[in-house]
């Protein structure tokens, strides 16, 4: 028997949906990801954990020492994009709120790297709170990543995987409706389940 830790851990590992490798927003969208068994697995649960995720993708760099304040902002923004792409697969009108958010990210101005003038050594730049700025250029990134997938061609490709209780999004290639093999396995498994329940 596996334990619910290392069941979550391989869970976690599941291949990156497709679509995820080009576009950051739908990356951040999956990164909590719902498992059997009511559980969910979330990639951003510590701040360690969200400057790992960050640093994989060149949005931050190694050691950047994320908060707990940082890692709360990059959730924030994951329910709002996963708001966002939920309305755009439903074809249902965006909250508000979320589109809001997405702006707001995508426009807040990073904190200006100061000038600073040492009595010694003369004039220098430097960022008052590195982490800050780090943590506000990537939700920027990622943000304008989003508008980018909604407004994109890719947007038609946009799809949510078709077999529960998964809740990734992915961009469809031809018919598969599945983030990974693993999921497109249980859902054949589920029909074949329901086939031969029917058929007592
Ligand atoms: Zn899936």
Redesign the pocket.
Known sequence: MRSMEEFVREEAALPS?PGEAEHPALALANSAVALPGGHTADLLGTPAQAEQWLARRDLAPDGAGLAEVCATQLRSLREQVRSLLASRVAGQPALPAAVTAVNDAMTRVPTASLLLWDEKTGPYRATPHPTTAIVEHALAVIAADAADLLTSPDAARLTA?A?PP?N?FLLKHGRRQ???TR?GDRARAARAYARRTAME
């Open positions: 949906a995987c077999s998964c990734r599945w983030c990974s999921c």
